[in-house]
């Protein structure tokens, strides 16, 4: 049986490990790793200042006023808490505070147009900036995936496992990717041209060295030879699997754009209304339901995709999960509480 054991922050997130499944005997427990970018990639969708100031605000107050509730619940709400906090920064990076509402409110009922800049750029006006951080923080994801591997095969003395495994597909991966950043492709998306030192300039040689190791020795459990190459051959076409899973972190920039546009389309239709009381207290109103909506749909959105990264994307490279829960004998205090007194 299975507990798991974490510090204070990590803690809160060991429910979405238990939900894809418990690490069984002898594996590692990813909560504290997984936490991190959890709520990194979470804040990145939602990615509004106001809505993550709200979502913590709330979740904080839940967990104050009501410290007899579950285990689990308190759990829940002190994770959208930091995932709050995570959408407050990058919403302040963004410049994103209810979508575009300073601007509006500045400009139809104050005749002059109050901008928050942004602290670092404003998504919906370099979304390909965003897809690059978007791909590279992906990157950066499934190869630390793929180093847990690694650490694994090493803790179990499988150092054939760790070079032929692990080493190979970063070597072949790395070689790839010092491929892609000079070529034009890249240039076209990243608006940006990157030219590496003719010392460097050994990108093909380490993406066809590892290519070459991974055909030869990823069969290496089965002596025919040509069954050897051709498990070799198969493995390496999960090249392919790679490049999908990176592609798929651009939901980063759908999720992220989806929330700015829908929030500044909200203000945009409040701002239609005439500058009378009436044009003002409809005004209140769409700004309310509208946002609330728009809150509820993208709060679910982040929640579901960041789950999907970390269970798709990063498990996929490391983790298998089926252990079992461990269960003590206690007493259920839901509704009486058992108090133990001495008499002097």
Known sequence: PVILKNNPFS??????????????????????????????????????AAYGAVVAIVCAILVKKYPRMSQSMAKSLKLFFYCGVSTLVWGILFGGYFGNIVDIVSEKFFGHTVTVPALWFVPLNDPM?????????????????????????????????????????????????????????????????????????TAKVMAAGGAIGIVLMS?????????????GAYDLYNVTGWLSDALSYSRLLALGLATGVIASVINQMGAMLPNNVIGVILFIVIFI?????????????????????????????????????????KENTKYVDVKEETTL
């Open 11 to 48: 803690t809160n997130m060991e429910g979405i490990v238990e939900s894809y499944g418990l690490p069984h005997a002898g594996e590692i427990d990813p909560t504290t790793i997984m936490s991190f970018f959890y709520v990194f990639f979470f804040g990145m969708m939602l990615s509004d």
């Open 129 to 201: 900036k965003l897809l690059v951080y978007s791909l590279l923080f992906g990157t950066i994801h499934l190869f630390v995936g793929l180093g847990i591997k690694g650490y694994l095969c090493l803790k179990d003395g499988k150092v054939v496992d760790f070079i032929c495994d692990v080493v190979l597909w970063f070597v072949m991966l790395i070689g790839l990717i010092l491929m892609l950043l000079p070529s034009d492709i890249f240039a076209s998306i990243a608006q940006t041209t990157i030219v590496f030192p003719a010392a460097l300039n």
């Open 219 to 231: 069969g290496r459990a089965n002596k025919n030879p040509a069954l050897r190459l051709a498990l």
């Open 289 to 329: 339901v509208g946002h609330v909506l728009n809150l509820a749909i993208n709060l679910l959105g982040a929640y579901v995709h960041t789950n999907r990264l970390q269970f798709v994307e990063f498990f996929g490279k490391f983790y298998e999960g089926g252990g079992k829960a461990f269960e003590p004998f």
